[in-house]
């Protein structure tokens, strides 16, 4: 598989990780998702989920299985985050390593293509599920506005390498469209 492909997308979802709706992940045939936390969820120094995000979760729980992720080496901040949401959890994932993503989908009992990669980042959180056969989905980062330029450089140089190696991600999609063509 070429970079591009590894760093393509299937779903490029417009706006944050609660504008996925089951009704999605039915189409797509998605039982289970693997949650990036950091950016993706919450932002990265917030240690709580906000109530929209609580409710989100209880959405999505009626039609699929749900394990939080992260590279994020703090297991009182994310496991304080899983809990608060009822979610089961890895911490310091080291992202593009497929390894915890294993344990999380191998923990739901589902073949690797029904479970979703949820992220923010290209290069660990789908460049990862890409690795692992995974249908991938970037979301829009959860940044404070006071972080927003700090973080807009970096995932722009992620954007443009990817292209570089091929990918082709336009910045804006309709909410339903699939990129990666089999």
């Known amino acids: 598989m070429s970079w591009g492909a590894l760093l393509q997308p299937d779903l490029i979802l417009e706006g944050s990780v609660v504008n996925l709706t089951p009704e999605m992940l039915q189409k797509y045939q998605i039982k289970g998702l693997v949650l990036d936390v950091d950016d993706t969820l919450v932002p990265l120094k917030v240690a709580q989920a906000s109530q929209e995000l609580h409710q989100w979760v209880e959405e999505i729980r009626q039609v699929a299985q749900m394990w939080l992720v992260s590279n994020n080496l703090s297991e009182a901040r994310i496991g304080s985050i899983a809990r608060a949401l009822n979610l089961p959890y890895l911490h ?13 989908v191998k923990a739901m009992n589902l073949p690797v293509e029904q479970v979703g990669m949820v992220g923010d980042r290209l290069f660990t959180d789908v460049l990862a599920g890409n690795r692992l056969g995974m249908f991938t989905i970037l979301v829009e980062p959860i940044v404070p506005p006071a972080q927003a330029i700090d973080s807009f450089g970096v995932r722009a140089l992620e954007v443009w390498v990817s292209q570089v190696l091929g990918a082709t991600l336009p910045p804006r999609q309709q909410k339903f469209t699939n990129h990666r063509k089999s």
Request: glycine content about 8%; charged content about 40%; overall charge positive.
């Open 92 to 104: 310091g994932a080291s992202k593009p390593s497929r390894r915890k993503l294993r344990q999380a």
